[in-house]
């Protein structure tokens, strides 16, 4: 048979470029394949957190972790219904990929190392110069070993011979190689696919966005592509989804400050509103008609809507732009925010039970004045003072998790980053890593930089067991 490549890898991002490395350094020939104009994909618009443990930086600041802490965690959030075999797999892989990706060149400084989930272990690793900084440092590293890419190349189907799958083909041009690897990232722009494999998300018809208008490609071709060989599906109705006030000026954004407090429908609080976005979301989508409305005063918000260190207690570098006064008062004017001169009144308004909010505010209020905490929900404002909700004018939003950090429904891989069939058997020549995959993040997104913590993890392990397949060479452990 002849081939033109190794292994041709479908998408830039990090984990295509993690896995087009590793399938050079084996011996192989690659070649990149992207549908965009330029290379990086969602990874380099991304705030660059990775989650790593038993990392340089983490001992830099004296912490101690662990690879089985990392598993238990992730595990038990997930009520273990997560594949153990691949967790185990990130747990161990996750302090050795982050030390790689600095010797790639990859800055992660002490001092932009966060809680990124909800243990008390600082665990996300921020790189210096974000997502960029990630992305550009693999790219360069790939173009030094010699990968070859080609941009503007959207693929749009395999090559299948005898039940293998022997390349690609792209605007009626066919490609030949012994491994393909799929990492083509999510499908955060498909209103379609968004409906079929993410109905949450999608329920919120127009009022849900993707943040990932910078790369347009995020289509779920991998699925696609996948499917067209007999690929399984997995991981229906997950994903990631952080709270957004329904405002036409959309911030990116991913927690609510800590200084509000969040009813339901039924004018009730159900979580420490400044959860992390490793869980407030779910927590949003999970209440009546999968929303809540912010419930505040007009001098605590005076106080607070502009003060970041608030309003990014995680350091992501994502502003909550929403809560200052200037974007309230527009949204009041324009009829979309609420305003009234009681609790009863603003909560009227947004169509809640009056009475309802007035002894949910009763009850903060009692917590924070009498008590000094957040008796019910033992919210912790970060150093910061919590203030009752009592002088007028009084605020009511209605918040949704309705911005889309990615999606995780997608291929289904072995611990090698074989593609399954809808009866679990390999299809010989196909792997997989990346955001395509459904099988890795559970119903609930263990923290802040597991999309590209395991995109690189199973990249790398794509590219190693796809060249070694290539060259047919025994597979190193
Ligand atoms: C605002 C924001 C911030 C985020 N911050 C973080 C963070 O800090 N940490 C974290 O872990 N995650 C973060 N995420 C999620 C993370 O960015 C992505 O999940 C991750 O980068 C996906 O990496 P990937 O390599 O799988 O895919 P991508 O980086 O999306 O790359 C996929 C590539 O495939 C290309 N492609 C698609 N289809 C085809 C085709 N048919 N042919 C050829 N090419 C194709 C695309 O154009 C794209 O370039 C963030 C997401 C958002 C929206």
Not at 17 to 22: D, H, L, R, V
Not at 148 to 167: I, P, S, Y
């Amino acid at each position: 048979m002849s081939t033109d490549y190794d292994v041709i890898v479908i998408g830039s991002g990090a984990a295509g470029m993690s896995a087009a490395i590793e399938a050079r350094l084996a011996g192989a020939s690659v070649m990149v394949l992207e549908a965009d104009d330029h290379l990086g994909g969602a990874t380099r618009n991304s705030t660059g957190v990775v989650y790593a443990c038993n990392s340089s930086t983490q001992k830099e600041k004296g912490i101690e972790d662990s690879a089985d802490a990392v598993y238990d965690y992730i595990m038990t959030l997930n009520q273990h219904a997560v594949r153990p075999d691949l967790i185990r797999t990130y747990a161990d892989e996750c302090g050795p990929m982050l030390e790689w990706l600095k010797e790639k060149g990859v800055e992660f400084p002490a001092n932009m190392l966060v809680h990124s989930d909800v243990t008390d272990v600082q665990r996300g690793h921020t790189s210096k110069t974000f997502g960029l900084g990630i992305a550009d440092a693999l790219i360069n590293r790939a173009g030094a070993l010699g990968v070859e890419t080609a941009l503007g190349t959207r693929v749009d189907g395999l090559l299948v011979e005898q039940g293998k799958v022997v390349g690609i083909t792209a605007d009626g041009t066919d490609l030949r190689a012994p491994s393909v690897i799929i990492a083509t990232g999510g499908f955060g722009n498909s209103p379609e696919m968004l409906a079929k494999y993410y109905p949450t998300a999608a329920y919120h018809g127009d009022r849900t966005w993707a943040v990932h208008r910078d790369a347009p490609f995020i289509l779920g071709d991998g699925i696609t592509l996948g499917q067209s060989v007999g690929a399984e599906i997995t991981g229906y109705d997950t994903g990631l989804l952080n709270p957004s006030p329904c405002f036409d000026s959309r911030y990116v954004e991913a927690f609510l400050p800590p200084w509000l407090i969040a009813v339901n429908k039924h004018g009730k609080r159900f979580m420490a509103e400044w959860e992390s976005y490793a869980v407030c979301g779910y927590l949003i989508s999970e209440q009546p008609d999968k929303r809540c409305w912010a419930i505040f005063d007009h001098p605590t918000m005076v106080e607070n809507g502009d003060d970041l260190s608030y309003a990014d207690p995680y350091n992501s570098g994502l502003a909550i732009s929403s809560w200052e006064e200037i974007t309230i008062t527009r949204e009041v004017e324009k009829g979309v925010a609420h305003r009234a001169d009681s609790i009863a009144e603003v909560a009227r308004m947004a169509g809640l039970d009056p009475e309802a909010v007035e002894e949910t505010v009763r009850r903060y209020n009692e917590d924070v004045e009498v008590h000094g905490e957040d008796r019910q929900f033992r919210k912790d404002g970060n150093g910061h003072k919590l203030t009752p909700i009592k002088t007028a004018p009084f605020y009511a939003v209605e918040v949704r998790a309705a911005i889309i950090g990615f999606t995780a429904a997608g291929l289904d891989i072995t611990a090698d980053c074989e593609v399954r069939d809808t009866r679990s058997k390999v299809i010989e020549g196909l792997y997989a890593a990346g955001e395509v995959l459904g099988c890795f993040h559970g119903k609930r997104y263990a923290g802040g930089g597991t999309s590209i913590g395991s995109g690189v993890v199973f990249g790398r392990r794509a590219g190693t067991v796809a060249a070694h397949h290539a060259l047919a060479a025994p597979v190193p452990a």
